[in-house]
Every structure is written in structure tokens, then in C-alpha cells.
């Protein structure tokens, strides 16, 4: 059984385009992040929610919506692609947000905006 | 506050020799340390953690590190590479709460046959 899943594993899309990238944990984990990894492998913390509900939202563009359904589920929308937007998207899921917690994470999304 | 530094952004050995990858930590809280690994077009996997037990602590696939206070270092040994070690390595410290994690900017690990 996949832990953390997302979906797709690959998205190209053109620039200005809306797009979603969703993902599930079957861990029962309270906390669940998403994290951007750049060209060079250098990965940054998006956002961070638990229980539903947003705790952690670094500096990203406003056209960047997480969405929470259920702490089962932590979507990521991105409104007007923009071309610094291709990366590789992880979803994690941690069993709370303690510093002591291991984080879980998914397979990735590749995103490539063109 | 919170910082990681990984002192080598690729480290190359050869199969059945010593891997060693370091990483220094600074953080205004008492640290928790973790190191991650990723294979090639995979999601990260931890290898192993630190959080205020022993010391030296033990993790997957035969690597271990130790915390050394003094020296606010994590470094991360391995005694005999394998081919299928090589991958990118990252050092995470957490200090507050696990989602102000920060990530080192990761060593490449090659291991040549």
C-alpha cells in the first residue's frame, strides 16, 4: 500500500494555465506539508497543515492555494502557470508536527511549464 | 533560528570504501537531526534520526551518524559503499515544531564499481 501518494507523477502545461496536484496519506498522520525542489535539488517548505488546517505558509505567490479536505488530503492548486514554476512538487505527511517527527514522503510531481 | 550546512555538494568513493558526508548544524532550540535520502526520480526516505537519545544512532542500510555537540555536527558514515547508495543525501535539523524543518542543499553521493 502507498503511504503518500500523489497524482499525477507528471504534468506539462502551457504558461497561464490553472492546474492541481493532489495527494493522499493512508497513514493517519495529523500533518501534511508540500515542498518545492528546484533544478538544483534544493527544497523549500510550501506550506504546512494539520488537522485541516493551515499552520505554516512560507513565502509563496499567492496564486499558490493549498486545500485541505480532510487531513487525509492535502491539495496544491496553482493559478496563471508562470515558466519558474517547473519543479518537482513533494507532498509529506508527518504523524504531528513535532520536531521529534519523521516526515513521509510522497513520489513526486514534475511539473513543467511551457 | 535555524541552519544546516552540508559541507560537500558531491562526494564520490569508491564501491566497498568508507562513505563519509558531513553536515553542521545551528539552531536556538535543542535540535532534532535527521538525514533523508533520494534515489533518482524518487521521494525522499529517512534514513536515520536524532532526538536527544544516544548519540551515535543507527540507521537503514548500514549507515550511522553522531551528534556532537560541541562541534554542532551530524555527519553521516557509512564503512562499505554499495552501488545502490548512490543517490542525493539531505541533513534536516528541526528545531520548534517539524514544519520549520530546514533542509541542507544536499550532497550527491556517487559510488564508482
Known amino acids: 500500500d502507498t503511504a503518500v501518494s500523489q497524482t499525477p507523477k507528471y504534468l506539462v502545461t502551457q504558461m497561464g494555465n490553472d492546474k492541481s496536484i493532489k495527494c493522499e496519506q493512508n497513514?493517519?498522520?495529523?500533518?501534511m506539508y508540500w515542498y518545492k525542489q528546484d533544478s538544483k535539488k534544493f527544497l523549500k517548505i510550501m506550506f504546512s497543515?494539520?488537522?485541516?488546517?493551515?499552520?505554516i505558509n512560507e513565502t509563496v505567490p499567492n496564486r499558490f492555494s493549498p486545500k485541505s479536505p480532510d487531513k487525509a488530503h492535502l491539495n496544491l492548486h496553482i493559478n496563471s502557470l508562470e515558466l519558474g514554476d517547473s519543479a518537482v512538487y513533494f507532498c509529506?505527511?508527518?504523524?504531528?508536527?513535532?520536531?521529534?517527527?519523521?516526515?513521509?514522503f510522497g513520489p513526486g510531481t514534475r511539473l513543467t511549464v511551457l | 533560528a535555524q541552519s544546516v550546512t552540508q559541507l560537500d555538494s558531491h562526494v564520490s568513493v569508491s564501491e566497498g570504501t568508507p562513505v563519509l558526508l558531513r553536515c553542521n548544524y545551528s539552531s536556538s532550540y535543542s535540535p532534532s537531526l535527521f538525514w533523508y535520502v533520494q534515489h533518482p526520480n524518487k521521494g525522499l526516505q529517512l534514513l536515520l534520526k536524532?532526538?536527544?537519545?544516544?548519540?551515535l544512532v543507527k540507521g537503514i542500510n548500514g549507515f550511522e551518524a553522531e551528534f556532537k555537540k560541541s562541534e554542532t555536527s551530524f555527519h553521516l558514515t557509512k564503512p562499505s559503499a554499495h552501488m545502490s547508495d548512490a543517490a542525493e543525501y539531505f541533513c534536516v535539523v528541526s528545531g520548534s515544531n517539524a514544519g520549520k524543518s530546514t533542509f541542507g542543499d544536499g550532497t550527491t553521493l556517487t559510488v564508482k564499481p
Open positions: 509529506a505527511s508527518s504523524p504531528g508536527g513535532r520536531a521529534t517527527d519523521e516526515q513521509f
Open positions: 536524532y532526538t536527544s537519545a544516544a548519540t
Open positions: 497543515y494539520n488537522n485541516k488546517e493551515l499552520i
Open positions: 497513514l493517519g498522520h495529523d500533518t
